[in-house]
């Protein structure tokens, strides 16, 4: 996030199918995500045969989800695509690259013929007709998988597992968008979303998952993002971790139907290159000083001349205003930002929210805090109320909208750098159930990602100021 007066250019991706999930070397959010329940009853070795399999933790895993994948994918596909499943032919295959068995490989080798050394930090599909041994399969690295689990919780493999067979159902119906690799990695996200909600509604046989947990998955997902500045025309793009989130989130909404609708040449994403040398020496992100100049100037633009256009009124801009530690009497003592009516300000804490979310997250982790109260100052004017689950999730939803404006260009004062939307999804998950941040509305950090992006999707009139 810099400030400019330059519009925000949003290139089209044209690039080859990617076939698998990459790691990027991305950061990983940090935090502990509790794991999911065990699930049901585990599938039986010989009943879902996967070769190379050593019955860890994560082949475990893999084999409960693989098997509840193909009976949602045989509910599903005759009402999504008129037909029905045909099972893949090809296999599953599990290794251990760093202990390596070549003779529980048939001609050593694994999907795409490959040898299993080659699906190291990875899982990938091998679609059919690509003139290989072993196609139509799913390989994985279970060592991989099993540190997925380790830090982020055991339903993370699992949703790895049902994005590669996102990839399988892609490969019997057609890729999207001429095959262009973010297009295709993304409707695989939202295939995974869509048996994500599958099972959390309680129709899988053998795997579970909660609500609760639903946030430590998101945190989960940052590891598979494209590093910030990849370039959506590569032909290996996946997404930022904001379009791949976004993707399970369509899913987990809309069901197989928005994934099979919603990945065409026409959707947006935002993943960009950097601007030039500099904001990409800075990580996209402004020197710390200037960052609460950028948030009194943009805020208040964007708001004064979306409210005239989109809800036919005039804004009146309310105060802006750090503290220090002690929060302002018409706070609660304990309160990190915030919105007083009485003295129309919003109100955040320099020492305790934006420095810290500046240093662990980025620069528009603190703009999204302060989008946050200035939301509910916006739904002050409208007479609206700025204290319960609609108020937050309005604001969040304002916050979306307000990012999605500026990465259009339309913030003169500000231009956005890749990763920025990324910071504003894990600002919030990391603070969505902080009381001290965001009113304790029964909200998760889940719930407030969809709201932000059903604002950066529809625009200000999607937040229910409606008056």
Not at 248 to 275: H, K, M, P, W
Not at 361 to 374: N, Q, S
């Amino acid at each position: 996030m810099t400030a400019t007066s330059r519009p925000v250019a949003l290139a089209a991706g044209l690039v080859s199918l990617a076939l698998v999930l990459s790691g990027c070397g991305a950061t990983l959010v940090q935090g502990q995500a509790s794991s999911a329940e065990p699930p049901i009853t585990d599938v039986a070795p010989d009943q879902f045969p996967i070769t190379g399999a050593a019955e860890t933790p994560a082949d475990v895993t893999a084999r409960n989800a693989l098997a509840d994948l193909n009976d949602f994918w045989a509910q599903q596909f005759p009402d999504v695509y008129g037909e029905d499943f045909p099972q893949l032919t090809g296999g599953y295959f599990s290794v251990d690259p760093g202990d390596v068995d070549e003779s529980a490989y048939p001609g050593g080798e694994i999907g795409c013929g490959a040898a299993p050394e080659e699906v190291e930090q990875n899982a990938f599909y091998c679609p059919p007709d690509v003139g290989t041994s072993n196609e139509d399969s799913i390989s994985y690295d279970r060592a991989f998988l099993q540190e997925l689990a380790d830090e982020y919780g055991r339903f993370l493999p699992a949703l790895i597992m049902a994005h590669e067979f996102g990839h399988a159902v892609q490969g019997r119906v057609g890729y999207p968008a001429n095959d262009t690799s973010i297009n295709t990695e993304t409707q695989a996200d939202c295939f995974a979303g869509a048996w994500t909600r599958w099972v959390a509604d309680g129709n899988a046989a053998h795997e579970t998952i909660r609500a609760p947990e639903l946030d430590g998955l998101l945190a989960g997902y940052s590891i598979v993002r494209d590093p910030p500045g990849t370039s959506p025309d590569d032909n290996q793009a996946h997404g930022s971790y904001f379009d791949r989130v976004s993707a399970i989130q369509d899913g987990y909404d809309g069901g197989a139907a928005a994934c099979r609708d919603n990945y065409e040449s026409d959707r947006v994403f935002t993943q960009t290159e950097f601007l030039d040398d500099e904001d990409l020496a800075n990580d996209g992100n402004a020197p710390p000083d200037e960052v609460a100049g950028l948030i009194q100037t943009a805020l208040p633009g964007y708001y004064t001349d979306s409210f005239p256009d989109d809800l036919g009124t005039d804004f009146a801009d309310p105060t802006i205003e750090s503290f220090d530690g002690a929060a302002p009497d018409c706070l609660s003592p304990d309160s990190k930002a915030g919105y007083c009516a009485d003295d129309d300000t919003v109100y955040y804490d320099e020492s305790d929210l934006a420095e810290p979310a500046y240093d662990e997250i980025g620069d528009f982790a603190v703009l999204t805090a302060v989008a946050i109260p200035y939301g509910l100052a916006a739904r002050s004017q409208l007479g609206l109320s700025t204290d319960d689950e609609d108020a937050i999730r309005s604001a969040a939803c304002q916050a979306g909208a307000f990012s999605g404006a500026a990465l259009y260009g339309e913030v003169p004062t500000i231009q956005l750098s890749p990763g920025d939307f990324d910071e504003a999804v894990t600002f919030l998950l990391t603070y969505g159930k902080d009381p001290t941040v965001f009113p304790d509305v029964s909200l998760s950090g889940f719930q407030l990602v969809d709201v932000f992006r059903q604002g950066f999707l529809y625009g200000l009139t999607s937040c229910g100021l409606d008056t």
